[in-house]
């Protein structure tokens, strides 16, 4: 199992169709954005990469997502050039300043890669 650490913002790399295929597979609660800011604030780029994901969810068959799920998949659905979007964000424009362009080329990827991370004990590891 591969084995990956974020040490910093800026994304992980992810496929949605692979992440909605996994989600679907796991049932249970409606789909909801996750949020990686603390105190559940949600950035523009978590909103776009959950929408990512929430909308290739959709396109698998019927769920019942939260009002929040809908709103975000929306957003990602209307945005047409959302690497530019990533880049111009707070965070993408900190990646940038700080030296890390390649965080926000691959956090802007869409569908490269079959691996699905899940966040166990502070790092990133490939789904079962």
Sequence with gaps: M???RSTRTGGTPCSPSAGARRRRSTR????RPPCARPRRHRALEDLLGSGAVL???SALGPHEPTPEARAAATL???TEAPASVLRRCDS???LYE???PQDV???AEVDTSETVPVLTDGAFLEAP
Excluded: C, I, Q
């Design 105 to 107: 080329a691959v956090a």
């Design 2 to 4: 591969r084995r990956r």
């Design 92 to 94: 993408g424009r900190e």
């Design 76 to 78: 990602w659905e209307a």
């Design 55 to 57: 909308s290739a969810l």
């Design 28 to 31: 249970g609660r409606s789909p």
């Design 98 to 100: 700080y030296g890390y």
